[in-house]
């Protein structure tokens, strides 16, 4: 309620002048989120409004656009053939700037809103994102491994868009709610919000969320990070010495 008022407070102040654009505020509900043993997933609600230069909002209806982004990964995707009988890696491609987590939810069809080229510029959906593809130069050969790649991100829930996922409330308060699946990386995301208005982006703006391990699982994963050669080590003996219990158990 006390974020709501402020935001209510804003538009309230909101300056005077035709010529000056529309201003966005937004808010996240949280700006962590701790992944611990029993983490299931998680429901990020971002939220804001549209401050008008006029302090009236216009006739037409605007649109928003929310993206949620992961850090970058760099992703070999490999295509698999059957050779003399066996199923094996006959091809690949690799992306440098592969979102590790992307979703998207807008007011309407990104493809309803922008022509094709703002869209590719603002990367407003996952048909749009801007790869950076190497190992290959055939545009055909390149499509169907990028394909290859949103189809998989998007099965394991990490990739995503909600075409109607955003509510507008009197043209000026908007909300979505975006779901965080269990196996998210960890890393620093970025939300994007984005007023569209008559097939341009007119407004943006951006906050930071920090996906992080907590308790034992952070301590895992920092000394996987740090001492990798020991963690190695560890995790093998460890794998080696359940082995051996199991086949004792199961001689006796």
């Known amino acids: 309620?006390?974020?709501?008022?402020?935001?209510?407070?804003?538009?309230?102040?909101?300056?005077?002048?035709?010529?000056?654009?529309?201003?966005?505020?937004?808010?996240?509900?949280q700006s962590r989120i701790d992944i611990v043993y029993t983490f299931a997933?998680?429901?990020l609600l971002v939220f804001g409004a549209i401050q008008y230069p006029s302090g009236e909002?216009?006739?037409e209806r605007p649109d928003i656009v929310m993206i949620v982004r992961g850090p970058p990964q760099s992703i070999t995707v490999r295509k698999k053939n059957r050779v003399l009988g066996l199923w094996?890696?006959?091809?690949?491609?690799?992306?440098?700037?592969?979102?590790?987590?992307?979703?998207?939810?807008?007011?309407?069809?990104?493809?309803?809103?922008?022509?094709?080229?703002?869209?590719?510029?603002?990367?407003?959906?996952?048909e749009y994102l801007q790869l950076s593809p190497t190992g290959a130069t055939d545009p055909a050969k390149i499509s169907m491994f990028e394909d290859g790649l949103l189809e998989t991100r998007r099965a394991a829930l990490l990739y995503g868009s909600e075409p109607h996922g955003v509510d507008l409330v009197e043209k000026i308060l908007y909300r979505a709610r975006i779901d965080i699946p269990a196996a998210v990386p960890v890393g620093t995301y970025t939300v994007e919000v984005h007023l569209i208005d008559e097939g341009e982006v007119v407004a943006s703006t951006t906050r930071t969320i920090d996906v992080e391990k907590s308790g034992f699982e952070r301590?895992?994963?920092?000394?996987?990070?740090q001492e990798s050669l020991s963690y190695g080590i560890l995790a093998v003996s460890l794998a080696l010495l359940l082995g051996w219990g199991a086949s004792a158990i199961v001689r006796r």
């Open 88 to 126: 094996l890696n006959t091809d690949s491609v690799r992306f440098e700037t592969a979102p590790s987590f992307y979703r998207a939810a807008s007011t309407r069809p990104v493809e309803e809103l922008v022509d094709e080229q703002m869209a590719a510029i603002y990367e407003l959906s996952p």
């Open 57 to 59: 909002a216009p006739e």
């Open 41 to 43: 997933g998680a429901e």
């Open 1 to 29: 309620m006390r974020r709501l008022l402020l935001l209510l407070a804003a538009l309230v102040a909101a300056p005077a002048g035709a010529q000056v654009p529309p201003r966005l505020i937004a808010d996240i509900s």
């Open 219 to 225: 301590d895992i994963y920092v000394a996987a990070q």
